[in-house]
Structures are given as C-alpha cells and as structure tokens.
C-alpha cells in the first residue's frame, strides 16, 4: 500500500477498517477462497521510551497498545520513531497509529517526491503525534500502532514511543531542534495573557538543506510532510533564516503549532538541482538531509509601537510645515522693516489710501541693473500711456531685455488674451531665420532665449502639470486594484513567499503586511504637497508684481515658469502613494510601480535645469512624457527578461547610443539641428570643424555648449557599454540609476558654470545644497543596506531580513523613506531658490549654458 503520508481521510480510515476485518478472520483460524495462509494477529502492552525490535511479514500483523496519560492544563508531545533494520525489503512496512481523536499513517521507507517526480526514500522515520483533548483533570486514553507489510520475507525494525520534552514554546526563550525530511518536527504556543502578537523566528545552522516554515492552527491532521505542508496556513521557505509574524485574532483557540519541515530537494531556496542516479525501481537512495534550528518567539507591543511609529512619522513632516510658516512669517516682517524704513528715509507722504505705500523703485529687487522703474533703458523718462499700452499689448516685455521698452510698446496688439498659441509667433519666415541667427552666437544670454510671449511659454509648461495630474490618476488606480490583489492572495493562501518583505521588522495592520513600510511613504506625500504650495506662493508674488508693472519682474531674472514646479510636487506625491502600493507586496513583478515616477522626477529635475537658461527651446509635455513612457517600457522589459537576453541587451545599448547621439546634437545646435537629406553633409562638416581643423575646442565654448556635450556623450557611451557588458540583474535600478547620474551631473555643471560665469549663491540656496547633500548622503548609505532583494529567492531574500532600528517600528528600509523624501524636498528647494541672485539682474547679461 502507498503511504497516504499524514492522517487518514474517512476514505482513508475506511480502508483501514475494512483491512483489520478481512485480516482478524483470518487470525481466529478462518479462510477465503483462494487463500490457504492464515494471518496472525500479535498484540503486545508497550511503553514508553522502549525500543522494540521486531519483524513481520504477510502472515503476521503486529500491535502495540499504550496508554497515555492526559492532564487537561498540560500539553505534552507524543512522538513515533522507526527504522528499518533490513537492507532491502521489496514491500514497505505500513505503520498506522490509530488515536481517540485521530489516525496517522506511514510506511518505511519513505517515499518522497521532488521535482521532475524524483523519488527519495528514507529509511528512518520520526513523526509528532496529534495532540489529545482531556474532558476532565485527568484522563488516560489508549492509542495502538498497527505494524504490517505484505512482503513474504520478514522485515525487521525497530520502533519506539516516546513522550517530546519540551513540546510548549514559550515566549522570549530559544529553543533547539533537528529536523529531516522523513523527521519534521512541530512544537505548540499559546498566547500569555495580555499577548496580541508575536514574531516566530527560526534560525538554521547551515544555509542547505531548505526548509519550510509553517504556522497552523491547533487541528488534527498537522501536515507536516513536503508534499502537503502547503495545504494550510501561513508558511515560508528558509535557508538560514524565516520569521512569521503571528496575532491572536487569527486562532480561535489562542494557540498555534509552529511545524518545520526539510524539504527533499533545495531547488526551492535557489540551489541547483543534484542529479542523483536512478535504479531499476526508480527511486534514489538518499542520505538525510539533517539541520539543527532554533526557534524563538519574541513580543510585539503593537498598540505602544504603532502609535509611536504614527506620532513620529507626522511629526518629523509636520515640523517642515511648521519651519516653513515661520520662515514665511519671519520674511514678510523683513520685507515690512525694510518697507517702513525705506518710506521713512524717503520722507514722502502718504498716498490716498493713507497706507503710506512707497514706489517699487526705492525696494530692493524692484529694478533691474541697468534700469529704472519709471525710464527707458536708455533713461528717458516713461510715461504711464506707455507703460499701460505695452502692458496691454499682449506682448509683455519679458522676452525683450536689453531693447528700448519703447520697441515693445509699439509691437501690435493681439485680437485676443485668452488663446495664445506658440505657433503665432513662428509662422514667418523671418522669425526662423532670427532663430538661426540667434541661437547659433558663439555666446548666448537669456534674452536670446526667452523672445516668446510670457503667458505663451506659461501656457505650454502647465501642460506639464495637467499631463502628469492625468497620468497619475490612471496609472494609479489599476496599481491600487492590483496590490490589493496580492495582499489578499497572500492572505487567503498564507504563502508569504510571494512577497519579499522584511520580515523581522514587518509590522502587520488589518489586512495589510507590512503597515510600517506603507506609513513611512507619507513623507513624500506630505513634502510634495507642501512644495506645491512654496511654489503656489511664489507664483501669487510673481503676478502681483506683474499687474503692478514691476520692471523688475517683468525684464530682469530668470523667467519665472512655474508649471515644471508643479509638476515636479506632483511626481514626489505620486512616488509616495505608488511607493506605498509597492510596499503593499513587494515583488519582481510589480518593482516598476516604485520607480515609475523616480524616472518622472529626475527627468522633469534635468527639463526644469536647462528651462532655465532655455525657456523658448524646451521640449514640450507630450515629447517629454512620451520619452519617459519609453523609459519605463524599457524598465519593465528589463525586469521580466533581465541577464539572461542578450538580444534584448543588445537592442537597448544600440538605441541607448542613438538616442544619446540625438539629443546631444540637439542641445548641441539649440533645437536649431534639424534631421533630413543633408545630414551626412553637416555631420562631416561637424567632424571636420570640430575634431580635425579645430583640435583644440568646438565650434562653442565650454560655458555654452561643446565640452558639456562631448562630456555627457563619452559618459553616456560609457554607461551604456558597462550595461552591454556586465548585464546586472536589477534593470530598472540600473536604467534609474543612468538617469539620477545624469541629473547629478547637469546639476553640479550648472552650479560651476553658474559659479564660473561671475553669479553667486544665496545663502539660502548654500543652505539647502549643503544639507540636501548631507541627507542625500545618509539616506543611500540605508538603501544600500539591502534588506531584500526580488533578484533571489524568497528564501535568499531572507537571510538579508534585519530587525528593527528605530521605535522598534521602522527598519533600515523605512529610514531611507524618510530620508530621500527629505532629500528630494531640499533639492527641489534648490532647484527654486537656485537663480535668486540674478532677480537684479538684466537678462542680456545673463549667459546661457
């Protein structure tokens, strides 16, 4: 007969039943037909802690009765061992140990099987009895063992009853075991008073053979063989290390086993599989597997760690708020002393209104270098007609620095305010050949690159904002349905090898795994949100002093933009909320959800740098979305095939060179490049200009475009040849990585080129670059702790686990949350504060790099 393995069915138990009645006539001296042997029924009183060596064989069916002594208030383990002592049998032994409450059943050897259906067998067998119900104080119950075989010749083995002396896992107390596949083990725990949830960690002593962890409630059958531990409750593959968080609202009976099961084969934790030679039966013979394991159960303070864990959490992002007000606060009461003295220095009365409101002219930052509120640029005077038709031209001055205002006061009126296209002003022939002219100066200013309608370029930059406004709504909502998807599969199956948590500082909260990893996203979130209202501020300020016709604001700095802003806070939010959905089950499969707006950040970051200095030229929302889309399709075919394609290696370096080729010459020529029948004429001519008759530079210098150019195309090739060739296995890390570099290095040739063209930097933008790099600093050292990884089994993933180091709620995982939310906020900060200084100043004395 084939084991069953554990316990009986009813079909099971019927068989059983039905054999012991043909068998029993044929004891008492009876016959069937065709049968001419008589079966003999031998019952033997056993106990305890002896070993009975004995054989059977066909004619023989042996019994032995015990007698168990049950106390209702103590649990105590019962356990069966056997060995067979022949050294080749032709049937296997059928032991079956019949219960009050249960049968169990087995046959030695052992036959399991493993992949590709290879059969192992194992000739010593131990297994943990179920554990009887006590109706009174104390009760003795009978058990029997039924030994028999169908072989003709005898069989010998041994077989011995004894009682598990520590059976009862007790909190805060390591215990250990050996465990083999033909000999798991089970222990039991109940919660102690004023217990709601515990943490099972078991410990292995050497990283092979695999094991499997399992958490079942307190029921007969246990199921505690390879083949079938996966039939009920929570359980996990381990190498060295597991660790099951377990809560008492989830066992009735406030009581669970913890069963350790060796697997048959390590293939499941990720070692190769051994290819073992086959006999003529089929079946490898096959050493045990055996390992020692520890086990140990510690508390979690689940109300005290998750209200602190919450309290924290807001306050660390709540005090931004707060610093934020007060710098507020603390800068409007500047600004108002410096208004008050400057009136009281002047000495002029107050206007009709009584509030004693100075002209804009006497506040610092309200006229340009250069210029006067109230004069021409060549200092004529400015009537107010003039100023109120240029204003209302439609036609601001902002793109017109350095020509007489009097030239934008006599442009045309436009016929209508409200729709504005780019396209109007580019209709002409002429306006393409100034652009030429323009853009192709061996030195550029901003002037030369901001000559479009302010509210046109405005315009097309809120596009930013509205794009990335919709593609979050329907990008996120399919990834929520999605997590919630796996949370409850893992919840209902109890495999938690589907997602690769860190699961000695995982912190579970109702339905979710992990709550710690998901609360500790809010800081992107929270510092998103809060960036976009700096940014709401500053515009607010930006347009009063435009209806105020500040000269200042409207011919002098930067172009103030600020749909990129808004885009920029949008994506920090959405990286918190997708983030968090990530963290719901972490997984190969859905890794990209977590860097899909990581590749939107650093790309609007790069979009916003070089607006600055090239408000007219930069790409629009859709080219520049349709990019990012392109990136992350890339993401995720990396992820689903990874190493082991090399065509797909291939294909991407290829059109990662073509696409870094491409937009170099684009930065290269300002948009001016343009891609048709001549373009291997110019490329020749490029070379031989640039590379042959000129060896010494470019064509443009190096605070404007050549040597930046040549220098992101020799690191770009560079990049994409080590992708070509050492292949990692985490490709969207590695594509996200390209793109952070990228960023880093525009933002630190900005900040030089910003320092080498005479600008300085305010302290406030000091202040923000210093400590954004210090957080910057702290926050990659914990993201490079490595808690798990998705590249290796669920198991390998494991032994990276670590407990928690902060609140004991947080691990290493949760503080780089916090830490790069913080470190994105103060680089956007930069990025705002960053051309502060050059508010003053004109901008055909602003240059271009």
């Not at 033997?44 to 070993?51: L, P, Q, R, W």
């Not at 406030?764 to 954004?772: A, E, G, K, R, V």
């Not at 600093?777 to 808690?787: E, K, R």
Request: aromatic share 12%; net charge neutral.
């Amino acid at each position: 007969m084939e084991a069953t393995g554990q316990g009986w069915s009813p079909g099971a138990l019927a068989m059983e039943l039905l054999l012991l009645v043909l068998l029993l006539p044929l004891a008492c001296g009876g016959s069937r037909s065709g049968a001419a042997d008589i079966k003999t029924v031998l019952q033997k009183e056993a106990e305890f802690d002896i070993i009975y060596a004995d054989s059977v064989n066909s004619d023989l069916l042996m019994i032995y009765a015990f007698n168990h002594t049950v106390i209702r208030n103590k649990t105590e383990g019962v356990r069966v061992s056997v060995n067979i002592l022949s050294e080749q049998i032709e049937e296997p032994i059928l032991f079956v140990v019949r219960q009050k409450q249960a049968v169990v059943s087995f046959q030695v050897p052992l036959i399991l099987r493993g992949l590709y259906q290879v059969k192992y067998a194992y000739q010593d067998v131990s297994r943990t009895l179920c554990q009887p119900q006590a109706k009174f104080e104390t009760e003795t119950q009978h058990f029997y063992v039924d030994v028999s075989t169908l072989s003709q010749k005898n069989a010998s083995y041994q077989l011995r009853i004894s009682r598990v002396e520590k059976f009862i896992l007790r909190t805060n107390e390591q215990f250990s075991f050996n465990a083999t596949p033909a000999q798991p083990q089970y222990f039991k725990y109940m919660f102690p008073e004023g217990v709601d949830s515990v943490i099972v960690k078991v410990v292995s002593d050497s990283e092979f053979p695999c094991s499997v962890i399992s958490i079942q409630d307190i029921l007969c059958p246990v199921y505690d063989l390879d083949n079938n531990v996966q039939f009920i409750g929570m359980y996990q593959t381990m190498t060295k290390k597991a660790a099951i968080t377990v809560q008492r609202k989830d066992f009735s009976s406030n009581s669970f086993y913890v069963v350790v099961v060796v697997k048959t084969e390590d293939n499941a934790c990720g070692a190769k599989l051994p290819l073992y030679p086959l006999n003529t039966q089929g079946t490898t013979q096959q050493d045990f597997f055996e390992t020692t394991h520890s086990c140990c159960l510690s508390q979690l303070f689940l109300a005290e760690a998750y209200v602190m864990g919450m309290l924290f959490c807001l306050g660390i992002f709540l005090s931004f708020y707060l610093l934020t007000f007060l710098t507020a606060c603390w800068e409007h009461k500047r600004q108002q002393k410096k208004r008050e003295a400057l009136l009281a220095a002047s000495k002029l009365p107050p206007d009709e209104t009584g509030n004693g409101t100075i002209p804009d002219h006497f506040l610092g930052g309200s006229s340009c270098e250069g210029y006067s509120y109230g004069s021409m640029g060549n200092g004529s005077p400015l009537s107010s007609e003039q100023i109120t038709d240029s204003m209302a031209s439609g036609d601001s001055v902002y793109g017109y620095t350095g020509r007489p205002l009097e030239s934008v006061a006599n442009r045309p009126r436009l016929d209508s305010l409200s729709s504005v296209e780019e396209d109007d002003y580019d209709t002409l022939a002429d306006i393409e050949s100034d652009k030429n002219v323009i853009r192709t100066k061996k030195f550029l200013c901003v002037s030369d690159l901001a000559r479009k309608d302010k509210r046109v370029i405005s315009k097309k930059y809120q596009i930013y904002f509205w794009n990335i406004a919709t593609i979050a709504v329907f990008y996120a909502l399919p990834v929520i349905q999605l997590v919630i998807t796996y949370q409850t599969v893992v919840n209902v199956t109890g495999n938690q090898d589907i997602c690769y948590y860190n699961f000695l500082c995982a912190h579970p909260l109702g339905a979710l795994s992990a709550f710690n990893n998901i609360l500790s996203n809010l800081g992107y979130v929270m510092l998103g949100l809060l960036f976009l209202l700096i940014v709401f501020q500053r515009e607010i300020l930006h347009k009063r002093a435009l209806m105020r016709n500040d000269l200042c604001a409207m011919e002098c700095g930067i172009p103030k933009h600020f749909g990129l802003y808004y885009a920029m806070g949008t994506a920090l939010m959405m990286e918190g909320l997708l983030s968090a959905c990530y963290h719901v089950c972490p997984n190969y499969t859905n890794f990209q959800f977590d860097t899909s707006f990581m590749y939107m950040i650093a790309g609007l970051c790069m979009l916003k740098l070089y607006q600055k200095r090239h408000p007219d030229i930069n790409a629009s929302a859709y080219s520049a979305y349709a990019c990012l889309a392109v990136v992350i399709f890339f993401s995720v075919l990396g992820v689903v095939f990874g190493k082991q394609n090399s065509i797909f290696w291939i294909v991407f370096s290829v059109i990662h060179i073509l696409a870094t080729l491409l937009l170099s010459t684009q930065l290269y020529y300002m948009g001016r490049w343009k891609l048709d029948s001549g373009i291997v004429r110019r490329i020749i001519y490029v070379v031989y200009t640039d590379c042959i008759r000129q060896c010494s530079g470019p064509m443009y210098m190096i605070h404007e475009r050549g040597k930046k150019s040549n220098l992101g195309v020799i690191i770009w090739f560079c990049r994409a040849a080590y992708g070509l060739i050492m292949r990692p296995n985490d490709f969207a890390s590695y594509l996200l990585a390209i793109g952070i570099c990228n960023l880093l290095l525009y933002f630190a040739f900005y900040i030089i080129m910003k320092l080498r063209s005479g600008e300085k930097i305010k302290p406030i933008s000091l202040f923000c670059i210093t400590c954004t790099t210090v957080v910057w600093g702290f926050a990659l050292f914990f993201f490079f702790q490595g808690l798990s990884t998705w590249q290796k089994t669920p198991a390998e993933s494991r032994e990276h686990n670590r407990e928690c180091i902060l609140l004991n709620f947080f691990d290493d995982h949760d503080i780089w949350h916090f830490l790069s939310s913080i470190a994105l906020f103060g680089s956007f900060l930069v990025l705002l504060t960053l051309d502060d200084d050059l508010d003053n100043v004109q901008r055909d004395k602003i240059f271009v790099f």
